[in-house]
């Protein structure tokens, strides 16, 4: 039976990629379905937790989609939601265990906010819409294809954001010594989270300039 | 004129459809429309008949707010000198401002209006007036020494976050040269606040802080006297400092009817209420201020007049802007008394008030619906 399927399709078939794509852009969690954006505005001041971030919800996505997805045939409908939860907090321990074990500075910058991917709607949203009622592989794939979406929005916020706002990069400084020199100063407002929400808005303009299907019509 | 008039006659061909400049038509039609009514005519509806547009409009706030730019050019001269502890005459005091405030001006309007002719070409609309007079406000409410890229930077955010990604003039939630002062409040606050930035090119024994900087930390002891600040000798940001020049600028908008007089009596006396309010309270020597000191202070006077009643962030009915202006007073001396971050509250007070105008005519407007059924009910019931 499963040889059969192989068959039909493999691995890395164009559905199976459009998994991973479409999320990317056409159906990106933050800028097209506006989910996840709190933590979007909470880690991105600085380009590393960010990027830390976006790789742990990459693990917990992919994990709890292929977990959800081989437990699907036995959860009972009506407490699914629990089990849901579950299976993403402990993908979660396992991660803020790693994070605190390999990178403590990050996971202390990142505090809270490993916690709450368990809350992370984008997590949520995909375990019951995609991983409920598919299999294993593609599961992992749209899992995979979520995260990446949500962690590209977190790291080009989290660049734009620390540039500007520090004058760094990764905490390495990029902006030369002669810009300040010359009365150049770092922007105090791209620090606060409104801004984050702001630089979202902006690659949310830029996506719908150059995808025009996105935009509604009214 | 008739040499005017024929000039850009003869240059209109241009700027039309398949003219060489066809381009720059908005900027084309923008000048046009400066200096003469336009020739367009609408052809169907109906529609009144009336000499004043909304750049007739914008000129009488411009003509409003040059009062207060002169003597905001005159101050800056004058305490300067006085950190320096000279006192020349009149027009060395004021040119010295004078040419403080005019490269503030022309980076102003140079950035404003290049982004506004560029968002009208790309959108295939005119040239908006909108920016005519955010672009004389914004230098008017920035400290004499703010750098001009700062203000540049300030200008851009202000005109595309705060106006052009809402559609443009008549579309945006909030005051277009508010934006760019709470940005360059948050973004540079070290250029924006504090003792050093209010007077340009001060001694450095000299302290600069303003009153209301003073009396934030408690510290009453160089509070002027009421004659001062109603004149506005004071340091402060440009345009701001003297209630006198605003009060004229004042009455200009209220005797053309272009102010709103509920507005903006409104705001001075929620400011004012609020201030006796703390006077009763009374727990230290800010609350016990004369709440007349808190209307003639900082940038109450400006904001009440020339921001909080701007037509377009305002609240639209009559009784929604008794609620607005009230609200607005009552929370920017909430602001200055309660928070030790921020001496003035003006700015943040107004921006909150217009986030929430629509809020309020929309409840303004049920109570009157739901008022008018109640009377409906009772009269069919006789």
Request: glycine share 8%.
């Amino acid at each position: 039976m499963s040889a059969e399927v192989k068959e039909k399709e493999p691995l890395f078939s164009p559905k199976n990629l459009k998994l991973i794509k479409t999320p990317i852009n056409l159906s990106n969690p933050i800028t097209v379905q506006v989910l996840g954006i709190c933590s979007a505005l909470a880690v991105t001041a600085k380009l590393m937790p960010a990027i830390v971030l976006s790789i742990s919800v990459v693990v917990v996505m992919a994990a709890s989609n292929v977990v959800v997805s081989l437990l699907r045939n036995g959860i009972p409908p009506r407490i699914r939601i629990i089990v849901q939860l579950v299976v993403i907090a402990s993908m979660v321990i396992l991660v803020d265990q790693v994070l605190k074990a390999f990178v403590y500075d990050v996971s202390k910058q990142l505090s809270v906010f490993v916690g709450l991917i368990i809350t992370n709607c984008i997590i949520m949203g995909r375990l019951e819409a995609f991983a409920m009622s598919n299999k294993p592989w593609p599961a992992f794939l749209d899992g995979i294809g979520n995260a990446l979406g949500y962690g590209i929005i977190l790291i080009i916020v989290a660049f734009f954001r620390e540039l500007l706002g520090s004058g760094t990069l990764l905490d390495i400084q990029v902006i030369p010594d002669g810009f300040y020199e010359f009365g150049y100063k770092n922007n105090g407002l791209m620090i606060l989270p409104p801004m984050a929400l702001i630089t979202v808005g902006v690659i949310i303009w830029v996506q719908r300039f150059y995808t025009r299907d996105l935009i509604e019509k009214n | 004129m008739k040499a005017l008039r024929n000039f850009i006659d003869k240059q209109k061909p241009h700027f039309e459809k398949g003219g060489k400049f066809q381009k720059f038509n908005s900027a084309f039609d923008s000048v046009e429309t400066l200096f003469y009514v336009p020739d367009k005519v609408t052809k169907a509806g109906s529609h009144f008949r009336d000499a004043i547009d909304m750049k007739r409009t914008m000129i009488v706030v411009f003509i409003a707010l040059i009062p207060a730019l002169l003597f905001g050019m005159w101050n800056i001269g004058y305490q300067h000198f006085l950190s320096m502890g000279e006192a020349p005459d009149f027009w060395t005091m004021f040119f010295y401002g004078f040419w403080k405030v005019l490269p503030i001006i022309v980076v102003t309007y140079g950035v404003g209006l290049g982004l506004e002719i560029v968002f009208a070409q790309i959108r295939n609309h005119e040239v908006n007036e909108g920016f005519f007079v955010s672009g004389l406000l914004i230098p008017m409410i920035v400290p004499p020494e703010t750098p001009l890229w700062q203000i540049a930077v300030a200008v851009a955010f202000a005109v595309i976050f705060g106006k052009e990604v809402f559609g443009g003039s008549g579309m945006n939630i909030v005051n277009p040269a508010l934006t760019a002062r709470a940005f360059l409040f948050f973004a540079y606050p070290s250029d924006m606040s504090g003792e050093k930035v209010w007077i340009s090119e001060m001694a450095d024994t000299y302290s600069g802080a303003t009153p209301l900087g003073n009396a934030l930390v408690g510290n009453f002891d160089n509070m002027p006297s009421q004659w001062e600040m109603f004149m506005g000798l004071l340091p402060g940001s440009i345009g701001e400092t003297s209630t006198l020049m605003i009060l004229i600028g004042a009455l200009i908008l209220l005797v053309t009817g272009i102010g709103n007089w509920r507005i903006m009596l409104s705001v001075f006396a929620g400011g004012y209420v609020m201030g006796l309010l703390f006077n009763l309270w009374g727990l230290n020597d800010y609350m016990n201020m004369d709440p007349l000191n808190h209307l003639l202070l900082g940038g109450f006077a400006f904001g009440a007049v020339f921001m909080a009643t701007d037509p377009v962030t305002a609240a639209q009915t009559n009784k929604g802007m008794y609620i607005y202006g009230f609200l607005v007073g009552v929370i920017a001396i909430l602001i200055r008394v309660f928070n030790p971050a921020y001496p003035e509250g003006v700015m943040l007070s107004i921006l909150l008030m217009n986030v929430f105008a629509p809020l309020i005519d929309h409840y303004v407007i049920e109570s009157n619906i739901k008022k008018r059924l109640k009377r409906l009910k009772i009269a069919l019931k006789n």
